[in-house]
Structures are given as C-alpha cells and as structure tokens.
C-alpha cells in the first residue's frame, strides 16, 4: 500500500500515512511562503519534525542548532544564494543529506552541486508525490525503497 498525496480543492489530504520521518529533522529553505507551507505540511504528515527557513542565514542558524538529517534547499533565493549555503552547510557537517530545488535554466549549476554532494535535483514545478518519495528513500535501504 503506496503512500499517496493528493491535492483535492486546494487541500493537500494524506492517504496512508507512512512514518518514515520518526526521528529525522528535514530543513525546508525556500524563499516561497507557499512552497514551505506546502513541504511543511507533506513532511509533517510523513512524521518528519521540519524546520523553515526563507533566507540563508537563518537557514545555517538551523543546521547549527538543529543539526537535519537532510536538507530541501531552493537553489534561486535573494542574497546569500541555494549553492552558497549549501557549501556553507557542507562545511559545517559533510554528511547532511541535500536535496536541491531549481528552476529550468539552472542546470549549468547541477555540475556543481553534485560534486559537492547533492543527492537529487528537482526541477520547479515538480510533481510534490515524487519529492515526498525521494526524500523518504534516503531513509530506506536499498531494498525498501519505492519509486512511485
Ligand atoms: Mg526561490
């Protein structure tokens, strides 16, 4: 029985709920209110204990104090941007887990990230059920996880 999110008038509903999450710590750092509303709620619903944050410096201040296990990083953010604190936060614990958000036109940066030890990189607008499944096989062996 396959976890499912569906978005039904504007409501994201959870089917299944997983837990996979229990006692993992995910860091959303997007510059979006709605998409970190969004994540929030999907990896809530998974048993994640999230964290937000909309700028890099509150971001680091997160990973300091909160030490994630992974990290759903927005790649385009005003100021400090997503392949800065990445490599902040690579600097400060290699083995965070990262996975990036981009936009279409980034992929000349996907070079860089992944030699700094990106995990995956989906590309906005991404479908939320394939991030949601990404994020819980970083947590599965080999042999548990699901693509779909
Ligand atoms: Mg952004």
Known sequence: MANKVVIENGFVRYLFRGGIGLNKKLLIVDDQTGIRILLTEVFNAEGYTTFQASNGRLA???????APDLVLLDMKIPGMDGLDILRHIKQMDES????????????????????????????????????????????LAPNERRFG
């Open 96 to 139: 965070i887990k990262v996975i990036m958000m981009t936009a279409y036109g980034e992929l000349d940066m996907i070079k860089e990230t992944t030699e700094l030890g990106v995990l995956e990189h989906f590309t906005k607008p991404f479908d939320i059920d394939e991030l949601r499944i990404a994020v819980n096989n970083q947590f």
């Open 60 to 66: 680091l201040e997160i990973v300091k104090k909160e």
